[in-house]
């Protein structure tokens, strides 16, 4: 569905991706490393807001390298940026009907959509007339991901979901994107290893904008490597 070969990437003189190979088929992908090594960057080119200064994206069979953000988004690209960007002054429901604009959709659609979002977090539905500033951390971040949905995307990216949350609301969302990923390709950039290997398919380790090991969920979680820097053993 997507398929990044050989991203390069600078912010100036600052090389940031240096030749990043990454795809992402059916089920879900966690894109896992430590602060910055290169993670929201590469969520920033496969979005078109940062310029691949050479390498190749291809979603849903086109290639979108040159394409607007507007265009990749429309064609089925969701992303929960890392910054919830949630409208605190809205209720849940106004930031969910948001979630669907400059969309394929129509507004016929909508009432659907959001009964299916509804069902995934149904604390969303008691809430729906509630200010988002107002909800707990958790909501606001299911909020976020229920927002994203609302697009009907092909493909959802989540920039560490995790962040902030504490530990049983990590554990509820990760359930609930393990069940998401068989209706929709799920990339998720985390630092949260152990919880995100519950949930992936497959993950990649990145590292200074090099990927440096990438396998299958089973795969990684057994090697010495990443128990070592990554699930603190
Ligand atoms: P984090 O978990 O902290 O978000 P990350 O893996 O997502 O880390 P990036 O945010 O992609 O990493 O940052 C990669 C590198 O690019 C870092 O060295 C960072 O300082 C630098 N960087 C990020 N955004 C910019 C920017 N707008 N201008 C200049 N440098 C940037």
Known sequence: MLSIKNAKAAYGKIQVLHGLSLDVGRGSVGLFGPNGAGK????????????????????????????????????GISVVPQERELFPWLSVYENLVIGAENTPLGRDDIPQTL?????????????????????????????????????????????????????SIVHELFNILKEMKERVGVLITEQNVRESLRVVDKGYIIE??????????????????????????
């Open 115 to 167: 009964e299916e979002v509804y069902a995934i977090f149904p604390i969303l539905r008691e809430r729906h007339g509630q200010l988002a500033g107002t909800l707990s951390g958790g909501q606001q971040r299911m909020l976020a991901v229920g927002r994203a949905l609302m697009a009907r995307p092909k493909l959802l990216i989540l920039d560490e979901p995790s962040l902030g949350l504490q530990p």
């Open 208 to 233: 200074n904008g090099r990927i440096v090991l990438s396998g299958n969920a089973d795969e990684l979680a057994s090697n010495p490597e990443v128990e070592k820097a990554y699930l603190g053993l």
């Open 40 to 75: 929201t960057t590469l969520i920033n080119t496969i979005l078109g807001l940062v310029p691949l200064q050479s390498g190749k994206i291809v979603f849903d069979f086109k290639d979108v390298t040159t394409r607007p953000t507007h265009e990749r988004v429309r064609l």
